[in-house]
């Protein structure tokens, strides 16, 4: 990569995250002129600056770290599981209508219940490890991924299956490895990016119960302990690691040529 | 000429009648005290029972409504959001309260009230015998956490030797019965209901833990919102001299409170009668938050890193000390007319 080249990328992704600064910048703005005006109570809304005196303590002495990452392997060990599972029987629904027609009226009585509804289940079945909360974010990225997919699969356009009969794909198979799977991939990729969105969620609603690491415990003991500044490093965490994922995602979708 | 005439009488005469109304409302509206509970063997029920409240509504033309919580943090969250004037919690929620938000602790009002459990047939002798054992907990904004750590402690253990397992306090004695945990530390009557079962033992008292008055650990406090205390402390000497005669009425005919309190907080009468008897949850005329008695406290909840370094409770003991005093000049025994 040349050295105008890297400037280039670097100077797009500035670009690109200016509007996300000047929002977090906002914020804060409005946040510190909430407490000046109002004066409130810290344990009801602390200062920015005493939120973030909070924020560098608990990365410093690495509890934040380690919340961080027990919420991400959670969500990340969940969220790869439902793609293993979501995005072959996705591929399939949308090849086969036969198929479809069989397993769409078990999604679509099971995709309206929330994750968090799980989450006594999940105790009672997988008890107070680590499976209950996987089982949870599981819940909430399987059918994000399954219906993107179903979808990609059925808009591949019919020029580019014509063009692959062409081209000596032969038979359905060939047909769709070598034309319907790469033609639905930025459908599928849409489908990860919400997925992870849900499964995130999922995870911090599955911390405040049954668990003693994760962002969402972090946030659950700062409520019960009366430390809002403790709930507000929880949120900000959430957010930056949120947009994190977001942004790799984004950039993701761009490198399978669909739109972020 | 006078085409606008009706037009504004017709808007005129509702909001005159409108103003009239508001202000009257606003002349004659009782104001409300929120006071914050939890469906357990308060005294606050007995006082309410007995019909304490009734001559301070009359007296201060105010209305005594009973807010209830399952647990301390929320209580301590609607007092930050300025819903409760009065509350009584776990003495570790109380002392969050009155460090982190505008309130002052005024009295102590039950003994005791923690323990933890095991199962009838558990080998665990101890809380020494907790190193690698899994034990359900109500979460780190009740005292039963740092009462814990305490017991970790005294054995030289700490948290990272057992498996925390946080749950909600009343579920906590059906865990250990089912053994899905291998112990758990709970508040009353959560623990009176595990062992009127049968099912479940103790493994040790607060007391066990941490003797801090009288040779007991102080289970639950009164606090008021500092605002309400300024404006009105007739009324918070009031409250807190109810809170007191009902601590005597109990200690008098513990039978007739027990019945009082089944039928106020739906538990059986059996289970409080338990309680009483095995002094899971104690009272004592010992209501003054001492200095000493909360410097030790204190101390204890910044040792679990409950407070931080600079937290500072806030305590009004004269309250306490003049219900105490009321009491006893006219202290006689109110028995409950079975």
Redesign the interface.
Known sequence: MTRPHRRRILSAAAKRSLPFLIAAIVIVVVWQLVVTLTHP????LPTPWATAIAFVGLVRNGQLGVDALYSVARVVSAWLLSAIVAIPLGLLMGSSLRLERIVNPFVELLRPISPLAWIPMAILWF??GEGGKVFVVFVGTFFPILLSTVAGVKAVDPVLLNAGRVFGCTSRLALFRRVVVPASLPSVVVGLRVAFGTGWAAIIAAEL????TGLGYLI??G?????ADLVLVGMAAIGLLGFLFDAFFRALQRQFGGSS | MNTHGPGWRRITTPLVFATMLLVGARVFAQEVVNYGVQPDTDPSFIAKARGYFAPIEKQYHVKVVFQQFAYGAPENQAMAAGALQIASAGMGPATIAVSRLKATLVAINILEQTAILVPIDSPLKSPCDLKGKTVAYPGIGSQQYPLLLKALANCGLTASDIQLFKSSGPDIPVLVEHKSVDAGITWDPSISVGLASGKVRLLAKAEQIMPIMNGHYVGNGVYVQNEFLAKHPDITQALVTANVKAINDILCDPAGAAKLWSEQIGIPENVITLSLKQGISVYSLDVIPTPQVMAAYTKFLKDAAILKPTDTPRIEPSFAAKALKEVEAGKTCKMHAT
């Open positions: 109570d810290p344990s009801v008890g107070i119960v049954a668990a003693h659950a003991n409520m019960d302990i009366l430390r």
